[in-house]
C-alpha cells in the first residue's frame, strides 16, 4: 500500500520546525527528500517527518544541523536518546513516536478509503498502546489538523472529513451526550459556534476535558449563541469551550462570539481555540475570551478553574 503523504503545512505543526526552516534544511543539508506533485508542491513521508522532528530536537540539544543531517534515520533515533534522554522537547518519549506515527498513517489511509472498521480498529490499537490522552494528542489531534489541510487543498473531500469526525466521534464515546467526571463534576459545555461546521476539533475539546475529569456536556456544530448559552446556565456550566476551525474570515462570527459572551454569566469562562483562533485573536482580547493554541493550553485552563473550588472545600 502507498505510503500517505503530507503536504508541508501539516509537517510544520507536527514537527514544531516552520515551512521556511525545512525546506532550507531540505535545500542546503539534504536532510529529506521529499516527493513531488505534477504542480511542484512537497509530499512528505511518515519517516521524513519522523526524521525532522530528530533533527529539530538533536539541534535544540547543540548539535551542528550540517552534521546531523547526514545521519541515517536509526542513527538520529539512538543519538537523540543518548543526548536527549527517554522524553524530548514536546514532552513526549522519543521511542513511542514512531508508533504514534504508524497510527497516524493507518488512520489516514482508513479514511481516504472510508473504511469505518479499518479506523475503528486503529483507534482502538492507539489507545490501548498510548493511553486515552496520548491518543488524544499524538494521534487524533494532528489527524484533525492533517484532514483539514488535505481537505483545503482538494486530496480530501468533505465527505472524507464528515466520515472521520462520526467515527471519531463514536470512538471517543460521547456521541451527543455528557460524559465523564463524576457527579460532583464541574461542567463544561462545548459546541461551535454558527458557521463553524467542522467538529473534530470540538470532539476533541470534549474528550479531553473529560480525561481531565470534567462533565461533559457536548452540543455539537454550529450552534447559535442563545442556545450555547442557555444550555451553559441550564447544565450550570463551570465553563464554555468552542472549537474555530474554519473560515478565518468568517463576517458572522465577531457577532456571535459578541452575543454568546454577553448571554454568558459574567463568571463562566469562554474558552476558545481551534486551527483559525489566532485569526480572532484581537476579538477574543475584547470579549475577554481565553484563547487556547493547542490541547496542553485548554489542561492548563481547566485545571486553573479547578483550583478555587478545592481551595472552597478546604
Known amino acids: 500500500m502507498t505510503s500517505v503523504q503530507h503536504p508541508i503545512k501539516s509537517v510544520a505543526r507536527r514537527t514544531g520546525l516552520s515551512a521556511h526552516v525545512i525546506r532550507i534544511w531540505e535545500k542546503r543539508y539534504g536532510a529529506v527528500e521529499p516527493e513531488r506533485t505534477e504542480t511542484n508542491r512537497r509530499l512528505y513521508s511518515q519517516e521524513q517527518i519522523e526524521r525532522l522532528t530528530l533533527l529539530r530536537e538533536l539541534k535544540q540539544a547543540g548539535q551542528s544541523i550540517g552534521h546531523v543531517a547526514k545521519l541515517t534515520t536509526p542513527k538520529l533515533r539512538q543519538l537523540a536518546l543518548e543526548l536527549v534522554g527517554s522524553n524530548s522537547n514536546a514532552g513526549r518519549p522519543l521511542a513511542r513516536v514512531p508508533a504514534a506515527d504508524s497510527s497516524l498513517e493507518a488512520c489516514l489511509a482508513a479514511i481516504k478509503a472510508l473504511d469505518s472498521l479499518a479506523l475503528e480498529e486503529e483507534l482502538k490499537r492507539a489507545a490501548t498502546a498510548l493511553g486515552a490522552l496520548g491518543l488524544l494528542q499524538r494521534v487524533v489531534a494532528p489527524l484533525a489538523q492533517t484532514i483539514g489541510d488535505l481537505w483545503r487543498d482538494g486530496t480530501l ?123 480572532y485573536r484581537r476579538l477574543l482580547k475584547n470579549i475577554r475570551a481565553v484563547p487556547l493554541e493547542n490541547l496542553a493550553d485548554l489542561g492548563s485552563a481547566l485545571d486553573d478553574l479547578r483550583k478555587p473550588a478545592k481551595k472552597a472545600k478546604r
Open 157 to 279: 473531500t468533505a465527505a472524507h472529513e464528515h466520515f472521520a469526525s462520526a467515527v471519531i466521534r463514536v470512538s471517543l464515546g460521547h456521541a451527543a451526550k455528557p460524559f465523564g467526571g463524576t457527579e460532583h463534576a464541574p461542567v463544561l459545555v462545548v459546541a461551535t459556534p454558527a458557521g463553524q461546521i467542522h467538529e473534530l476539533g470540538a470532539l476533541l475539546v470534549g474528550a479531553t476535558a473529560a480525561n481531565f475529569g470534567w462533565h461533559v456536556t457536548y452540543l455539537g456544530a454550529s450552534l447559535p449563541a442563545a442556545e450555547i448559552a442557555g444550555a451553559a446556565k441550564q447544565n450550570r456550566a463551570q465553563a464554555v469551550a468552542l472549537s474555530l476551525v474554519y473560515p478565518e474570515d468568517d463576517p458572522g462570527l465577531a457577532g456571535e462570539l459578541t452575543r454568546l459572551r454577553e448571554f454568558l454569566p459574567a463568571e463562566v469562562p469562554l474558552l476558545v481555540g481551534g486551527r483559525a483562533m489566532p485569526a
